[in-house]
Nanobody, 119 residues
Framework: QGPLVETGGGLVRPGDSLVLSCVGSRGRGTGWFRQAPGKQREAVAC????????YYLDSRMGRFTVSRDGAKDTVYLQMNNLTPEDTAVYYC????????????????WGQGTQVTVTS
């Protein structure tokens, strides 16, 4: 497993959208996590090696979408209608096949990309 690289973060206003990218997953199960200042890292969404998706934040149902472009070796996290509560560093991580919401289940992590939502 090579390195993972997240891109796409930035400074946006409430209600805006962002698409985060994670390059280097090599078709493995790929999870998106986030960590806000002073809080623990939490699972956001995941796509398995067979492209089954899972979402872990009830309050985000329908606003976040995870997808994969195998040809580009990239996993995306589409985030819509962002709120200040979405402000965090977003990480992608990989494991062999299935999704998991448990941080320790993932063996490889990217460096993270900062998302800041403020008016």
């Amino acid at each position: 497993q090579g390195p993972l690289v997240e891109t796409g973060g930035g400074l946006v206003r409430p209600g805006d959208s962002l698409v985060l990218s994670c390059v280097g997953s090599r078709g493995r199960g790929t999870g998106w996590f986030r960590q806000a200042p002073g809080k623990q890292r939490e699972a956001v969404a995941c796509i398995s090696s067979s492209d089954r998706t899972s979402y872990y934040l009830d309050s985000r149902m329908g606003r976040f979408t995870v997808s994969r472009d195998g040809a580009k070796d990239t996993v995306y996290l589409q985030m819509n209608n962002l709120t200040p509560e979405d402000t965090a560093v977003y990480y992608c991580a990989t494991r062999s096949y299935l999704c998991s919401s448990t941080r320790s289940a993932y063996s490889t992590w990217g460096q993270g990309t900062q998302v800041t939502v403020t008016s």
